[in-house]
């Protein structure tokens, strides 16, 4: 069963950062795409940030410079962080975890970030 779980949410001022975390476990995550995802109020779910098996990350425009991606692997599994520097008001959002294997999409349940003074 694989399963991915987020964690490192949590409420920051403008300007701040937060390190969102993103296990993986189950079926040798390892060899997955990983990326981020969030939802905004009132929008649909966008791509944020992904990273390959090889290591290699590529960045929305809106967040790139700002936000850094690294994975590492274990045990043929699999944890992702992002680092998010300079967070927004617009960066207010759930994050979602994704890992895709063979087009196969995993989702994590996702965690709240919410960026406010």
């Known amino acids: 069963q694989v399963q991915f779980v987020e964690s490192g949410g949590g409420l920051v001022q403008p300007g701040g950062s937060l390190r969102l975390s993103c296990k993986g476990s189950?079926?040798?995550?390892?060899?997955?795409?990983m990326a981020w995802y969030r939802q905004r109020p009132g929008r649909p779910r966008e791509w944020v940030a992904s990273i390959t098996p090889g290591g290699i990350p590529k960045y929305s425009d809106s967040v790139d410079g700002r936000f850094a991606l690294v994975r590492l692997n274990a045990n043929h599994n699999t944890t992702v962080y992002m680092q998010m520097n300079n967070l927004k008001f617009e960066d207010t959002a759930v994050y979602y975890c994704?890992?895709?294997?063979?087009?196969?999409?995993?989702w994590g349940p996702g965690t709240q970030v919410t960026v406010s003074s």
């Open positions: 994704n890992g895709r294997w063979r087009q196969t999409d995993y």
């Open positions: 189950g079926s040798m995550t390892g060899f997955y795409d």
